[in-house]
Each structure stands twice: as C-alpha cells, then as structure tokens.
C-alpha cells in the first residue's frame, strides 16, 4: 500500500503495547481489501487517556483498538457506546465518524467466533470459566447471549465474580454461579467447555489448573492466553486428546470484527489462516 496525502490511520492504545500483533491484522486486511489506511500502536499512560482519547477527534484517526491498561475508563472519554460494551463496562474499539466517537466491544464476539470456527456450538453447553477480569467479563456475557446452559466462574477473589454471575442471572436464561474452589477431576467431568480468561501461562509454564488430573470425557479446552501458543493448559489438553482453542483465534476475530465495525467489510475463512500463518512466523 502505498502511503499518501489521503492516507487514514487506525491505532492501539494500551501501556505496554510493543509485544501487539494488531499491526500485522489490520495492516494485512488493509492492503488486502485495498484500504488507505494505516494501523499503529500508541503506548499511552493511564493518565494520558483522556488527552490521547481528544487527539484521535483532533487528528482524524477513524477507528482506534483499546488494551491493557485502558479498557474501563476510556469509555467516559466517548460519546456512545453500544449496548454489549455497556454490559460488559469495558470497550476494546472505538469508531470516529466525524469527530462522534462510539465504543464497542469485540472481545466475546472474537471469541464465541473461534468456538464456531471449529464447528462447535455454545447452545445448551455447560461451561467453566477460569479468571473474573475483564476477559471473563465480556466472553461470559457473550457465551449467555449465545444461550449456554450454565456459567461457573472460578476465582480467587470473588468479588469481580459475583457481579458478572449478577449480570448473566438478571439478563439472560442462562445459570450462572461462582466459586473459589480450585478446579477438580469431577468439575471437568460435568462440563463441555473449559475456558482459562487468567494470565496464567502468559510467558511462563505455569498451568492454572492440575496437570495431573486425568479425564475420560471429551471437552473443549480454550486459552485466550496468545503467547506462548500451546500454553501449558494446552499441552495438558493435548496430553489426553482433548479439543484446544488456542489464544491466537480469538486474537485474530475480535480484530477482525473491529475491522468490520470501521470499513464494513467482512474478512473471509481464507484472511483468518493467513493471519494465523503470519502469526506462527512472528513467533
């Protein structure tokens, strides 16, 4: 693509944002698609967001991604938000349609996407989900949109996780529940799927789960942990034959949703592998 007076820009703000793979998305389904725009990282500090939030109507900038640290309070910096990112209360994308700013949030979407890109379904599904952050926050509400039977949320603190269980009980049919209580062999023979929303695995072999539990019943087993790309949770999944998702496919459709929100085309079957080879070659 070539660069020029017309050019349009999209970007990242996050602290850090050097390890971020969304340059290699979008700036591939720009050139792709023949879009003159460009996508870049921003490292803005917590107390910068407000100022940078004012630079992208000041400058132009059409869509923006939002990640660690900003994703909560960036949303009274805008002027709407749609009604997935006010239940969730976290946006990860912004739109700029001249100088209005609306939020969004892509994350469940990117990841109940990744659920049925393996020919899976959530419908009537009984799912356990590690972590009561923000991640667990918007694949939950998601997952109950889709309409799965049961949420378990587990956590250490379970402040965080009663008000999502709050949140699903009082606006969808599914049951949601929470508890502290390390997971079990019986826990993961009475699921169908088995999410880690934690860090843990980030950059470590730590496992957030007993890696010496044996099942005799096939789960899904989902990592929204991207790096390392088979994270320990993974291997223990492996180990047993247990169908994984890997972090890097929720990863690649939440972005490609945002890139749908900000120039209305959808990315094909065939964008999502190329990525992903993109992706394994980064590594």
């Known amino acids: 693509m070539e660069i020029?007076?017309?050019?349009?820009?999209?970007?990242l703000f996050g602290h850090p944002v050097?390890?971020?793979?969304?340059?290699?998305?979008?700036n591939y389904l720009y050139e792709k698609y023949q879009q003159n725009i460009?996508?870049?990282?921003f490292d803005v500090s917590k107390e910068n967001i407000?100022?940078?939030?004012?630079?992208?109507?000041?400058l132009g900038i059409i869509g923006?991604?939002?990640?660690?640290?900003?994703?909560?309070?960036?949303?009274?910096?805008?002027?709407?938000?749609?009604?997935?990112?006010e239940l969730v209360g976290a946006v990860n994308t912004v739109k700029n349609e001249g100088g209005v700013l609306t939020g969004y949030n892509t994350d469940g979407v990117g990841?109940?996407?990744?659920?049925?890109?393996?020919?899976?379904t959530v419908k009537g599904k009984k799912i356990l989900i590690l972590g009561a952050g923000g991640a667990c926050r918007s694949v939950s509400i998601e997952l109950a949109?889709?309409?799965?039977?049961?949420?378990?949320?587990?956590?250490?603190?379970l402040e965080n996780a009663n008000s999502i269980v709050e949140i699903i009980n009082s606006n969808f049919e599914t049951k949601s529940s929470c508890?502290?209580?390390?997971?079990?062999?019986?826990?993961?023979?009475?699921i169908d799927i088995l999410i880690n929303t934690t860090p843990i695995g980030m950059k470590s072999k730590d496992c957030p789960i007993d890696e010496n539990i044996y099942i005799d019943k096939d789960i899904l087993v989902c990592d929204i942990v991207y790096n390392p790309h088979n994270t320990s949770l993974i291997k223990w999944a492996k180990s047993q034959s247990l169908d994984t998702m890997h972090g890097i496919d929720m990863l690649v459709n939440q972005g490609l949703a945002a890139f749908y929100i900000w120039t209305g085309i959808k990315p094909s079957l065939e964008d999502k592998e190329k990525i992903k080879e993109l992706y394994e070659k980064s590594m």
């Open 4 to 11: 020029n007076a017309k050019t349009k820009t999209t970007c």
């Open 50 to 58: 407000k100022t940078a939030v004012e630079a992208i109507k000041v």
């Open 18 to 26: 050097d390890h971020s793979f969304s340059p290699v998305i979008h």
């Open 38 to 41: 460009l996508y870049e990282c």
């Open 111 to 120: 990841f109940v996407q990744s659920i049925y890109d393996k020919g899976c």
């Open 145 to 157: 949109i889709e309409g799965a039977e049961t949420i378990e949320i587990r956590n250490r603190s």
């Open 179 to 190: 508890s502290s209580k390390q997971v079990s062999k019986e826990d993961l023979q009475s």
């Open 64 to 85: 923006l991604n939002v990640t660690i640290p900003h994703k909560v309070d960036i949303m009274k910096c805008l002027d709407f938000l749609d009604k997935k990112s």
